[in-house]
């Protein structure tokens, strides 16, 4: 069993669940203990055996619940020195300690193998990642980037299910009512991949292993579900494959997905 489900995604707050026989694990917890107990139950999904938090970056869309939760269970957090630094008098004191990650290295949490690897983002040290349980199924983890980098696509070669930021559409960003410096740090290069970003990226690497593609991170004012899905799907149409295209929420949890 090597499974996921991304609990929310979006400005308001992430959270992705990974499990395996033996182990759960969430990659950031950017809402209350609460919402994310509430998103788990949803998906009869045992609220009291998680082992570990991973955290991504220091923005509070990912690191809000992080501290809470990490208490509440009695857990250990996963973070690069750096992102702990920063984000330290948030997250507040830990019951297991903070387990140092650094990009370029593999760590482990029980059965699960997690790569972290940089992203492009305006956060100290922002982490990408891609888990393993054996075997060749391979997650890729991808939000919170600015540009697709040739890091990025040897990274996410392998997967074979994808979770990929698509945060906005370039037209409803640029015609939206965001402030000229805000839509220039979403398009810039330490900013958010957009639907087109997202497609070019898939165009590179996609292969027929690709199970699932789950678009994530979508902004709610830039985009929509329909319009990241439409250019998403367009483009697979047109190599006709077949992946199964799946778009994570704010307020709904995905279904529990095979790797
Ligand atoms: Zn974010
Ligand atoms: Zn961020």
């Known amino acids: 069993m090597f499974q996921t489900a991304v609990l929310a995604s979006g400005s308001k707050g992430n959270a992705i669940l990974v499990r395996t026989k033996s182990a759960k694990i969430l ?13 788990m139950e949803a998906l009869h999904l045992d609220t009291q055996r998680i082992d570990g938090i991973i955290l991504s970056h220091e923005h ?30 948030k997250i507040g004191k830990l019951p297991v300690g903070v387990q140092h990650f650094k990009h370029g290295c593999d760590f482990t949490i029980k ?11 305006d956060a100290v040290d922002s982490s990408n ?45 640029m015609n939206g009512p965001y402030p000229w410096h805000l839509k220039q740090r979403i398009r810039g290069r330490l900013g958010h991949l957009s639907n087109l970003q997202a497609v070019g990226l898939i165009s590179k690497v996609i ?21 990241a899905a439409e250019t998403m799907r367009g483009f697979l149409d047109t190599i006709r494959h077949n992946a199964r295209l799946i778009i994570a929420g704010q307020y709904k949890p995905t279904e529990i997905i095979d790797i």
């Open 207 to 227: 292969h027929p292993q690709l199970k699932n593609l789950i678009l994530a991170h979508l902004s709610e004012v830039n985009n929509t579900p329909e319009v």
């Open 129 to 173: 990642f891609t888990l393993q349980n054996g075997g060749e199924k391979r997650l890729g983890v991808i939000t919170d980037t600015g540009f697709v980098t040739n890091l990025l696509e040897l990274k996410t070669r392998d997967c074979t299910t994808l979770i990929l930021e698509s945060n906005h559409d370039d037209d409803l960003l």
């Open 111 to 121: 059965d699960i193998v997690i790569h972290p690897f940089a992203s492009s983002h």
């Open 60 to 89: 509070s869309d990912h690191l809000r619940g992080c501290g809470i939760l990490c208490r509440k269970l009695k857990i250990p957090l996963y973070a690069s020195y750096d992102t702990y630094c920063v984000a330290q008098h």
């Open 27 to 39: 990659i950031d917890v950017g809402l209350s203990g609460k919402q994310v107990f509430a998103a």
